[in-house]
């Protein structure tokens, strides 16, 4: 344990117990379930997997839990976690072929081949709050592309790119 903090271990022990009074809050409501938190706050679950590197979305609400509901907090959890975990596999490449995308974005390149796919995303939402959703408001229908879309990689080897197609 880290102490070259004044008051050495005992201050350290009682900041740890200070901010789990802060996490817990109000004692006299019910405290939020790990399940309540996978269940119910699944945007922040997701970030929390994708960035922590774990798949598993009761260790990412137990971390959104412990973090007090903070995503980079409940993240470095997640990281330091899985460092303590034994490699088990390596992953081998899918074919993607007939892989329905939801979501295709380049941070590399400024025009893919196919062209970009945004998918359900906030990103270009005004951030303004929709007042219909507390009217029961009817959602907007949805439109869907059916093509098939190839892979990056098969799409780059007419232009010349060097290894492409190669795995």
């Known amino acids: 344990m880290y102490v070259a903090v004044k008051g050495g271990e005992k201050a350290i022990d009682a900041a740890h117990a200070l901010q789990e009074s802060r996490r817990r809050g109000d004692t006299d409501l019910p405290e939020l379930s790990v399940a309540q938190i996978e269940q119910q706050l699944n945007l922040a679950v997701d970030r929390v997997m994708t960035e922590g590197g774990i798949a598993d979305r009761e260790l990412a609400a137990l971390a959104l839990k412990q973090a007090s509901g903070d995503n ?26 007939g892989m329905r995308l939801e979501r295709r974005i380049s941070a590399i390149y400024k025009d893919i081949p196919g062209g970009q796919l945004l998918g359900p995303t906030y990103d270009y939402t005004h951030r303004l709050l929709d007042f219909t959703l507390l009217a029961n408001g009817e959602t907007p229908t949805l439109t869907t592309a059916d093509s098939e879309q190839a892979t990056v990689a098969t799409r780059l080897q007419p232009a010349g790119a060097s290894g492409a197609g190669e795995v």
């Open 72 to 97: 980079v907090e409940a993240i470095f959890l997640l990281r330091a976690y899985r460092t303590t975990l034994a490699k088990l596999a390596v992953s081998e490449p899918l074919d993607t072929t």
